[in-house]
T-cell receptor, first 113, second 117 residues
Framework: KNQVEQSPQSLIILEGKNCTLQCNYTVSPFSNLRWYKQDTGRGPVSLTIMTFSENTKSNGRYTATLDADTKQSSLHITASQLSDSASYICVVYVMDSNYQLIWGAGTKLIIKP | NAGVTQTPKFRILKIGQSMTLQCAQDMNHNYMYWYRQDPGMGLKLIYYSVGAGITDKGEVPNGYNVSRSTTEDFPLRLELAAPSQTSVYFC????????????????FGPGTRLTVL
């Protein structure tokens, strides 16, 4: 069964600290993986997308990694800011499908001053 | 550009009532999608459309209907509302089709929070 699991469910860190969010997937055949940021009361916004051949991709203070062999991805946030408080969602795209995006439940990140 | 807009932002329905959730985009995207997001769960696709006049079911279409008469608009109709339809509904659009490895960006609206009592 195609699944995407994220950990931790929630995380609280102090402003300025770094953190890493995890995403494990059991999707096959894999096409690509995307990380979204969802602010409270808003729709998701795409942060980065990674294809099978990419190991690392950065978007400002956000760095995503992908290990297609172990089917794991991580999102690292550097020097966190209060505006980083949000849910971060991992989404895996299935290849050769009419339409199949497998959405994780997200990690709720809270940045405290 | 306003992007993807949704109305209303909030709505409370009684069991058995019907309503239409409105969605519009001004980016000239052919592809549009409706999702629902339940607490602690990943987004679930309800319906999607690949262009005006063409719609298809997603993972959880029961209890919903859609139509796509124009490129810009993609309303979602709830008939005979049930408590199980209490959720946050998101509309999204993309320029390219997100199938078979599509890497295009999906743009989401702000959502409609629906409660059925």
């Amino acid at each position: 069964k195609n699944q995407v699991e994220q950990s931790p469910q929630s995380l609280i860190i102090l402003e300025g600290k770094n953190c890493t969010l995890q995403c494990n997937y059991t999707v096959s055949p894999f096409s690509n993986l995307r990380w979204y940021k969802q602010d409270t009361g808003r729709g998701p916004v795409s942060l980065t997308i990674m294809t099978f051949s990419e190991n690392t991709k950065s978007n400002g203070r956000y760095t995503a990694t992908l290990d297609a062999d172990t089917k794991q991805s991580s999102l690292h946030i550097t020097a966190s800011q209060l505006s980083d408080s949000a849910s971060y969602i991992c989404v895996v795209y299935v290849m050769d499908s009419n339409y199949q995006l497998i959405w994780g439940a997200g990690t709720k990140l809270i940045i405290k001053p | 550009n306003a992007g993807v807009t949704q109305t209303p932002k909030f709505r409370i329905l009684k069991i058995g009532q019907s309503m239409t959730l409105q969605c519009a985009q001004d980016m000239n995207h052919n592809y549009m999608y409706w999702y629902r997001q339940d607490p602690g769960m990943g987004l679930k696709l309800i319906y999607y459309s690949v262009g005006a006049g063409i719609t298809d079911k997603g993972e959880v279409p029961n209890g919903y209907n859609v139509s796509r008469s124009t490129t810009e608009d993609f309303p979602l109709r709830l008939e005979l509302a049930a408590p199980s339809q209490t959720s946050v509904y998101f509309c999204a659009s993309s320029y390219l089709q997100l199938t078979s490895g599509g890497t295009d960006t999906q743009y989401f609206g702000p959502g409609t929070r629906l409660t059925v009592l």
